[in-house]
Every structure is written in structure tokens, then in C-alpha cells.
């Protein structure tokens, strides 16, 4: 299959202002996170799908390529579809979404995402980790509970599983899972997603994948990945991400 991964950044983020450009280790983090999708070897091509033209200029200043869309798509995944569309990359058959505040993104999550496209598994592909209970009380974790079957039941903002009796926790622990920024889709997959119409449930959550969930498309949960360092969306989350930088690339510089 030819994979073309789009990287959607949008530069309008409330909790975070101008948060494509902000810097993790001295770069903006739009290009960081192309050098993260770039690094992987995964992809036949990689493109930063964006509605605003300074982030596109800082891609190319990297020497990433960018593509300019639509201010008024209502998710990620719609600024996705308006690039894969484009002429020059109708040969792709398998499309990856890497979101534009995922510069950690765990490698074994999107070969996982990959695989479960590729394999014919499911048409949508995604991923979690396994996650400390504590992120069941953060808004801003989103979590995934799947069948036996590894395709998602539901995902949530909310603390799901739900924990009904105490007794019960330490089976409750094991199912937690935190869900991570990544999709895969076959082409026709990808189309028929955003050809829906926004769904209350997205709406309520503001979790784009809850249109197609609620349609009744499959959406395979790769279950391999070993981190969940999580995206950036405020300040807290940057500094971070930046300690994050450091700690890890001065290893690397040790090694």
C-alpha cells in the first residue's frame, strides 16, 4: 500500500495561542512533529495540512512540505480528506494522521494504526496505551474502551471503564487506556467519514471520532504501544513536553 501521512495543525487553538508555532527544543512544534512522522520511515510521503500560511512557512523552512486548506473544517480529519483529495496524492491507498501536538508519538501506536488498516483488520486504525487510573479524572485525557475483538466500544473524556464498586478496582486498572493522536484510513474510509454529518456525540465531547463510531464504522484499537507522553494543548503541557525534550536529547548526546 502507498501511506501518505498528513500532519493537520491548525493555528487557532484557545488553550494554547499560536500553539503550531510555540517552540519545543528551540523549533516550532509543527516541525517537530513533521521531523517526528519523518523519522519513523513509514510513510511514501508526509504533508502538514494548515490553514494558516506562518505555519506553512515554517514547515518549508525546515524542508517539509505544506499544504494550505479550508479555515472552517469542523475536525482534524476533514482537513485530512481536503489534502488526500488533492491530485498529487490520489495514489496514496492508505492515509495516516498524525495530530500536530503529538511530537512523542510512539512509534509501535502508528505502525500498530498502520497494521490494522493494512492487515484488512479495520477500516479505521487507531491506538492506546495502557494508562495510570489517575488520567480517569483529566478532561483532557481521552479514553477508549474496546471489545474483545480490539475495535473501540466508546471513546470518552469521561472516566470509563466507570468504577461501580471499589472492590473492583485493581480489574478496573487493567482496562484503562488512554487514547493517542493517530488515525490511519483507507481512502474510502476516509471519504465516508467526513461525508457524515457532524454527530451529537462528537459534538457533546468534541471527539471527532465519535461521527464515524456512531455510524457504525469499525475503528481497530492497536493496543502495543508503551507511552502515552500525550499532545500539547496549554502552557502546563509545554513545559513539559520542553523538560521532556531536554531529559531525552541529552541521552542522546551522552551516548
Not at 510513510?43 to 495540512?49: I, P, Q, W
Not at 523552512?61 to 480528506?81: C, N
Not at 502495543?224 to 502552557?235: N, R
Request: a negative charge; hydrophobic letters at 45%.
Amino acid at each position: 500500500m502507498t501511506i501518505l501521512a498528513i500532519i493537520p495543525a491548525r493555528r487557532g487553538a484557545t488553550r494554547l495561542p499560536d500553539k503550531p508555532l510555540r517552540l519545543l527544543g528551540g523549533e516550532p512544534l509543527i516541525v517537530r512533529v513533521w521531523q517526528r512522522v519523518v523519522g519513523l520511515n513509514l510513510a511514501d510521503a508526509v504533508a502538514v495540512a494548515t490553514d494558516d500560511q506562518d505555519v506553512a512557512d515554517a514547515v518549508e523552512k525546515a524542508g517539509g512540505r505544506a499544504v494550505l486548506t479550508s479555515p472552517s473544517h469542523p475536525s482534524g480529519t476533514d482537513r485530512v480528506a481536503e489534502v488526500a483529495g488533492r491530485a498529487e496524492f490520489k495514489g496514496a491507498t492508505l492515509i495516516l494522521n498524525v495530530q500536530g501536538d503529538e511530537p512523542f508519538v510512539d512509534e509501535l501506536a502508528v505502525r500498530g494504526a498502520v497494521a490494522i488498516v493494512a492487515e484488512g483488520l479495520a477500516p479505521i486504525g487507531t491506538a492506546a496505551a495502557p494508562a495510570h487510573p489517575d488520567v480517569l479524572a483529566s478532561l483532557a485525557c481521552v479514553k477508549v474502551v474496546c471489545s474483545d475483538d480490539g475495535r473501540a466500544l466508546y471513546f470518552s473524556r469521561a472516566p470509563i471503564p466507570f468504577l461501580r464498586d471499589p472492590d473492583d478496582a485493581p480489574l478496573r486498572d487493567t482496562l484503562v487506556r488512554q487514547h493517542l493522536g493517530i488515525y490511519a484510513y483507507t481512502r474510502e474510509a476516509l471519504e465516508a467519514w467526513v461525508a457524515l454529518p457532524v454527530h451529537p456525540l462528537e459534538q457533546i465531547e468534541r471527539l471527532e471520532q465519535l461521527r464515524p463510531l456512531a455510524a457504525g464504522m469499525g475503528i481497530g484499537v492497536a493496543a502495543g504501544a508503551t507511552s502515552a507522553v500525550g499532545g500539547i494543548d496549554t502552557e502546563h503541557d509545554l513545559v513539559r513536553a520542553n523538560a521532556h525534550w531536554e531529559s531525552t536529547h541529552a541521552v542522546r548526546s551522552l551516548a
